[in-house]
């Protein structure tokens, strides 16, 4: 979770220096950009709430929208597709989405779907507030 909250917010830090880098004193109203960008992906896999799996390492491609209102940000979503090592050595095939709010405090949901070599299959979500540290596992279907 560290690696991944790491890499939201080397998103978030290049996201807003590139914006800030092009602004004008006109450019402050609603608006949303959008970009892409290549990461590695480490992420626990919950079925329930019991953790089955862990992956890490692997390339995957990142298009992200962010959307801002009077200069602030409201929300981004990011689109992750690529693929993936677990610990055990399975491939996985990674499409995910990413729903990160900007309100009082961050919080980002993210529903995935997992598609292993070796016939394993992860499809759900979880949520993970940055204001308490706290992952919240949601519904998951695995085999």
Known sequence: MKTKTFLL?????????????????NSWGTKSVQGWFQGTYYSPVYCGD??????EGGWLRVHYVAHYKNGKFIWETDQLKGEVTSVTGEVFKVIEIDKTYFTDHWYVTWKFSLMGNWGSHYVGSFTYSYWTGETIPGKAICN
């Open 9 to 25: 917010l080397c998103l978030f830090l290049g996201i807003g220096l590139t914006q800030l880098s092009a602004q004008n004193d």
């Open 50 to 55: 019991e953790m089955v799996d862990y992956l």
